[in-house]
C-alpha cells in the first residue's frame, strides 16, 4: 500500500512571497490533516478535511494560510503572505476516517523562509 | 484544555539498556492514546493506540502502558535502530489530536 505523498519536500522563500504544498493521502482515506511542525516541538494541527469538506481549521492563520481539497482526494495549503515565524516542516496525514482509525503521515515539506 | 507533557526531551541509552519514556496528559474525555515514533527527516510512524486505563501493547522491544494520568513506552535491551523521537498523542472529546513535544532516544552501541 503506498502511503501519504507530499511534495515538494524541501522549499526556501523570501518573506511576503506565497508558497504551496501539495499532498496525496492513502487510497481510500476519507479523512485528510494538514499539521504544523517547527522544530523540537511536536505535529500541531492547522485543518482536518472529511472528504472535501473542512471538519477542523479552528488554528488555522486564516488570513495567510488556505486549503483546499478538491474532489475529496489531493490537497493544497498555501501561505501566502509568508512571514519568518512559519518556517517549520508541514505534515499531511490521512485517516480512513474521523474516528480512533491511527493517522498515517507523510514525510513533509521542510519550508524556510529568508 | 488538553494538554501532553512528555519527559525526559532526551535520553541517552547503552544498547542493552532498558528504559522508560514518560507521557503525562490532561484532557477531557480520553478517546485514545497514540505512540507514533519520528526519525529525522520523515513523517511520525505510527506504533500503538491504547484506549483505556490498564492497557497494555507490545511491539518487538517496546511496550506500551496507560493509566488514568499516564503512559509509559518501555523499551527492553535497546538496540541503536531504536534511536528515533517517539511522540505521544491523546484524542479526547473535542476529536483533535494533541501531541507532545516528544523525547529524543539515543541508542549507543
Known amino acids: 500500500e503506498a502511503g501519504v505523498a507530499q511534495s515538494p519536500r524541501y522549499k526556501i522563500i523570501e518573506k511576503r512571497q506565497s508558497v504551496a504544498f501539495w499532498c496525496n493521502p492513502i487510497?481510500?482515506?476519507?479523512?485528510l490533516y494538514w499539521y504544523q511542525q517547527i522544530l523540537g516541538q511536536g505535529p500541531k494541527l492547522l485543518i482536518q478535511f472529511q472528504n472535501n469538506g473542512v471538519v477542523d481549521d479552528s488554528q488555522l492563520p486564516k488570513d495567510r494560510f488556505s486549503a483546499e481539497r478538491l474532489k475529496g482526494v489531493d490537497s493544497t495549503l498555501k501561505i501566502q503572505p509568508a512571514k519568518l515565524e512559519d518556517s517549520a516542516v508541514y505534515l499531511c496525514?490521512?485517516?480512513?476516517?474521523?474516528?480512533?482509525?491511527?493517522?498515517?503521515f507523510g514525510d513533509g515539506t521542510r519550508l524556510s523562509i529568508l | 484544555e488538553d494538554q501532553v507533557t512528555q519527559s525526559p526531551e532526551a535520553l541517552r541509552l547503552q544498547e542493552g539498556e532498558s528504559s522508560s519514556l514518560n507521557c503525562s496528559y490532561t484532557v477531557s474525555g480520553l478517546r485514545g492514546l497514540f505512540w507514533y515514533r519520528q526519525d529525522p527527516g520523515k513523517g511520525p510512524e505510527f506504533l500503538f493506540t491504547l484506549y483505556s486505563a490498564g492497557e497494555e501493547k507490545e511491539k518487538e522491544r517496546l511496550k506500551a502502558t496507560l493509566t488514568k494520568k499516564e503512559s509509559f513506552l518501555h523499551i527492553t535491551a535497546p538496540k541503536p535502530e531504536d534511536s528515533a523521537t517517539y511522540l505521544c498523542?491523546?484524542?479526547?472529546?473535542?476529536?483533535?489530536?494533541?501531541f507532545g513535544q516528544g523525547t529524543e532516544l539515543s541508542v549507543k552501541p
Open positions: 498523542a491523546v484524542r479526547g472529546q473535542g476529536g483533535k489530536l494533541i
Open positions: 496525514a490521512s485517516s480512513l476516517g474521523q474516528g480512533l482509525q491511527p493517522q498515517h
Open positions: 487510497s481510500g482515506h476519507a479523512t
